[in-house]
């Protein structure tokens, strides 16, 4: 189907796409910064949107943890995969490079297009339907809402894991901004620079505009020691503009465009413990600790993205209609070396694009009766195509071999695949007593996938295939005021991701789609002003994962249904205000996820000679990759008045288990700690701040990413220590 064919069947009809409750939505500061009208030493009550409805954050059954912008700041946080410092239960690693969040154990394997994630990303309310969306900046955001266990009513699509809900401010009739540089040193004299700005004014009585910009840069930090070069660099720009519409006291547009860019080559891999086959070839290098490489390629990952929606929010006596139109283009480009050295045995370069258009109309109740509902349906469409995708074997230099990096075999495909989903979806809460709710939703989606392949140029003899997926989705919940400051409740819902086509392969079958049920009882409370204390236990019944790995002959990935897994845990959150000058956030969670069944998982059995023979063996019992079982978060924030200006201090801590990233357990990341922190100084004008901000503390050696193929098994690092000074003025 068309894009225009597509608009032409939804807004003829006024069908469209949104989340617009956030307009209306306010997260307070931290106490510490923000005067509060309860008490001296009184936390700020939380009012988010994680349901799409407007409430406080202790009265919602559901675990979301939500974060402001002060906060994200302090902690060094600028893109979604920075949140593991200061989120439970949340994981940002990565996957071929390219960043999978994972939510108590659920996350994506699989990178290529339409294969989309299992944790949902929305921001403003639109969804984000590919990986690289995942690599999203933190530009301007008002607040970040992480929604823990399956969504599968409101928001439903593929967030079997939870979502990222990204709130960005509206424009205001009130001239304001900000202005902020910060720069950092790095290892090998290489420097960071973080630039941004955001303005919003008036145009009339009824117009409001923004802006809001960024660009960071890190320098070449990891040497690649076998040409001088330096890698691991990252040039990132952003740019987003919004337009408010007050039509008049019942209806509001707002428009918005965001274009993003990002040009790198953070995939400077180095083989784990020197596992590559090129290990006893001559002339090969190999590296002698972390950040270090040597490679036989340039490694690239570049992003380009454009975007649009379109929000409206009409008011009527006893309900609202809000809607959004969203359309998306993204164009990106990953080139890969497979045995991660100098010698030349693999290559993976794989260009891709995607364009996607949303559309969805929900209408929810308004006032405080009885019964609170929401009801609305959803529409989405995708176009994608990777290609040519080139795997490439070349032979090892030496006497009588080709010229170095002449390939002898060159495996190009050029996949196609289209997906057309439509969904309908309710919920209501009623109020059974004055202390009693019950929240009952669903949820059917049908979906249609379109795939075609070509090998080496070649169409392969099946052309065109579909397939169609249908399912409901349904939670039920139910709430009980203990106190009007405590909460007990208890949920089961279901979550689904539609089976999907493994582009990178030239099967025409889909793997099924995987299905979650989940239970989960929970307690919020703030027993005293100065404490709030919320605790979860979870269970998740877990079928026909999808998972992805190298095939044996290294041209291609299998992707495969690994039959069950079970998922069980808890986590406790505390904010504590021991002073008005003094804040403590921490957290524990414990996440045990294992495989069930999974009978013919890929397994990679490190080789004597280097490189891994690749096979399939049974991984039941074992856990899930990317899955720590022991994560905890601590946060501290200090500030106190000096010579009329305020004096500030934030370490935030964050601790995890050891981390698999393979089926059978073979290759891990050891327990590890991370610690990032700011000093910070306003001035009694409270319109320039200046800080002295530090990440990665302790210079951890922390794994971003191990992946295995027949080749290597190959290691991606966090960023080592970075150490900086910024400064922020305000009008």
Not at 49 to 77: C, F, H, M, S, Y
Not at 85 to 92: D, E, R, S, W
Not at 395 to 410: F, K
Not at 543 to 571: H, P, T
């Amino acid at each position: 189907m068309s894009t225009a064919s597509f608009y032409n069947i939804f807004l003829g009809s006024g069908v469209v796409y949104a989340q617009d409750g956030a307009e209306r939505t306010v997260v307070e500061t931290p106490p510490a910064t923000q005067e509060t009208e309860e008490s001296p030493r009184g936390l700020e009550e939380i009012v988010v949107t994680a349901t799409r409805r407007e409430e406080r954050l202790q009265d919602i059954p559901v675990t979301v943890t939500a974060i402001t912008n002060k906060t994200l700041n302090a902690a060094g946080i600028v893109d979604a995969r920075s949140l593991t410092q200061v989120i439970p239960g949340f994981t940002g690693n990565r996957t071929a490079s390219v960043i999978q969040p994972v939510i108590r154990g659920i996350g994506s394997g699989g990178v290529s297009v339409g294969d989309e994630p299992n944790v949902a990303t929305y921001i403003d309310g639109v969804y984000q339907p590919d990986a690289f969306s995942n690599s999203l900046e933190l530009v301007e955001v008002e607040r970040v809402e992480v929604l823990r266990g399956p969504q599968g009513t409101v928001f439903g699509r593929n967030a079997t894991g939870g979502l990222i809900n990204v709130i960005t401010p509206d424009p205001s009739f009130v001239t304001e901004g900000r202005i902020s540089a910060r720069v950092g040193r790095l290892r090998n004299d290489a420097n960071e620079y973080d630039l941004r700005a955001y303005v919003t004014t008036g145009l009339t009585d009824n117009i409001a505009v923004d802006f809001a910009g960024m660009y960071r840069q890190t320098e070449q930090y990891i040497p690649e020691i076998s040409t001088g070069r330096k890698f691991g660099g990252i040039k990132v720009f952003d740019l987003r503009s919004k337009i408010l519409l007050e039509a008049s006291d019942t209806a509001r547009f707002i428009l918005t465009a965001n274009y993003t860019r990002q040009r790198s080559n953070v995939n400077a891999t180095q083989p784990l413990d020197d596992n590559t086959a090129a290990r006893g070839f001559e002339g090969v290098i190999l590296p002698d600790g972390p950040w270090e490489t040597s490679l036989s390629l340039t490694p690239r990952i570049d992003y380009e993205r454009f975007s649009a929606s379109l929000r409206t929010r009409f008011e009527f006596e006893h309900f609202d209609i809000e809607t959004t139109t969203a359309f998306m283009h993204n164009t990106g480009r990953q080139d890969a070396d497979a045995d991660s050295t100098n010698i030349d045995l693999g290559q993976i370069l794989f260009p891709l694009e995607v364009q996607a258009e949303s559309q969805e109309i929900r209408a929810l109740s308004t006032g405080d009766g009885p019964f609170q509902w929401i009801v609305g349906f959803y529409a989405f469409h995708l176009d994608a195509s990777m290609g040519p995708i080139e795997l490439i074997n070349s032979p090892p230099p030496g006497p009588g071999s080709p010229a170095p990096g002449t390939p002898i075999v060159r495996f190009t495909l050029s996949p196609e695949t289209e997906t057309l989903s439509f969904a309908g979806f309710t919920e209501g809460t009623l109020r059974v007593t004055d202390r009693l709710f019950l929240t009952l939703g669903g949820r059917y989606t049908t979906e249609k996938k379109e795939f075609q392949q070509a090998v080496n140029g070649n169409p392969l003899p099946y052309g065109r295939v579909d397939e169609r997926f249908n399912k409901a989705t349904y939670r039920t919940a139910l709430r009980y005021e203990l106190t009007d400051s405590a909460n007990i409740y208890g949920s089961f819902g279901t979550g689904y991701k539609s089976g999907v086509y493994n582009v990178v392969s030239t099967s025409s079958t889909p793997v099924n789609p995987e299905v979650i049920e989940a239970a989960e009882i929970g307690f919020k409370a703030d027993p005293l002003p100065w404490l709030r204390t919320n605790l979860s236990l979870f269970h998740y019944w877990y079928s026909d994962l999808q998972v992805q790995a190298r095939s044996e002959d290294g041209n291609s990935y299998v992707l495969q249904n690994a039959a069950d897994a079970k998922i069980y845990g808890g986590e406790i959150e505390a904010t504590i205000l021991p002073t008005d000058e003094f804040t403590i956030r921490a957290a524990v969670t414990y996440n045990h996820g294992e495989y069930v069944e999974f009978p013919a998982a890929q397994d990679f059995i490190p080789l004597p000679v280097g490189g891994n023979l690749v096979t399939s063996n049974d991984a039941a019992g074992k856990s899930l990759i990317r899955a720590p079982e022991f994560t905890a978060n601590l946060g501290l924030d200090w500030a106190t008045m000096v010579q009329d200006g305020e004096f500030g201090a934030t370490v935030n801590f964050f601790f995890s288990d050891r981390v698999y990233y393979d089926f059978l357990n073979r290759f891990s990341q050891d327990p590890y700690a991370l610690v990032n922190g700011e000093i910070s100084w306003t001035m009694p004008n409270d319109r320039v701040r200046f800080t002295l901000w530090g990440t990665n503390l302790s210079n951890a050696k922390v794994a971003q990413q191990i992946r295995q193929g027949v080749f290597a098994t190959d290691i991606l690092y966090e960023k080592p220590r970075t150490i900086g000074i910024g400064a922020e003025l305000s009008f």
